[in-house]
């Protein structure tokens, strides 16, 4: 193994074991002991067009896989404002991603977590929340939040371990689709992809 190979193992090893920390603080605010694999963050990242020159919203960005498939994706780091509630994972993605924007904040308190930073329309939210720990009305005023910046086809994309959405479906205000599971992830996994349809 190269002095490169053991920096990475190194560094993937450190941040499971601070992902499993904070999954035990927090099992709840976390769901999952840890990280997502590059299969399942590449295929969420697939779903953000990289040339549009408006933001992308991330949420619960936890050590930044999400962040870094974004970023391979060909999105350039100061379209990225990333919400995160902790504040040793914040502390830890300033070191990590120079230029991406990490707000310390309530995914949940969408507008209030982005004012002042991202005041108009965006592109893409992209969401690790463990959305099947909320209730559903929680969840469906986080994606109405979210619609309200995003424009009719944009979208709000999401992964989930679960069989069902973890929003609650409203074909009069959005459109629901779903990709394959990834199964290279632990656990399986997929990707969950919302549109406004007005």
């Known amino acids: 193994m190269s002095s490169i190979q053991k920096r990475k193992f190194k560094a993937l090893v450190a941040d499971e074991v601070r992902f499993f920390r904070s999954w ?5 605010s976390m769901g999952a002991v840890s990280p997502s694999g590059k299969a399942l ?6 779903f953000v067009d990289p040339n549009d020159p408006l933001p992308v919203i991330e949420l619960g960005p936890g050590t930044g896989v999400v962040t870094q ?13 990333s919400i995160e509630y902790s504040a040793d994972f914040c502390r830890l993605l300033e070191t990590r991603f120079p230029g991406v924007r990490i707000i310390q ?3 949940y308190a969408f507008d209030p977590s982005l004012a002042g930073i ?19 009305k929680r969840r469906s005023a986080l994606i109405s939040a979210a ?10 994309i999401q992964f989930s371990y679960g069989l069902n959405s973890p929003i609650p479906p409203d074909p ?4 629901t689709s779903h990709t394959g599971w990834v199964m290279k992830n632990v656990p399986p996994a997929r990707v969950w992809i919302y549109r406004r349809t007005h």
């Not at 498939?69 to 404002?81: F, M």
């Not at 619609?147 to 709000?156: C, I, N």
């Open 24 to 28: 035990m603080g927090k099992p709840l």
């Open 147 to 156: 619609f309200a910046r995003l424009k009719p086809g944009q979208p709000f």
């Open 69 to 81: 498939a974004l970023l391979e994706r060909g999105v350039a780091p100061e379209r990225i404002a």
């Open 118 to 136: 991202v005041d108009g329309p965006v592109s893409a939210v992209i969401s690790s929340l463990p959305l099947l720990t909320q209730p559903p």
């Open 172 to 175: 009069d205000l959005f459109s």
């Open 105 to 107: 904040g309530d995914a």
């Open 41 to 46: 963050t590449r295929l969420m990242a697939s």
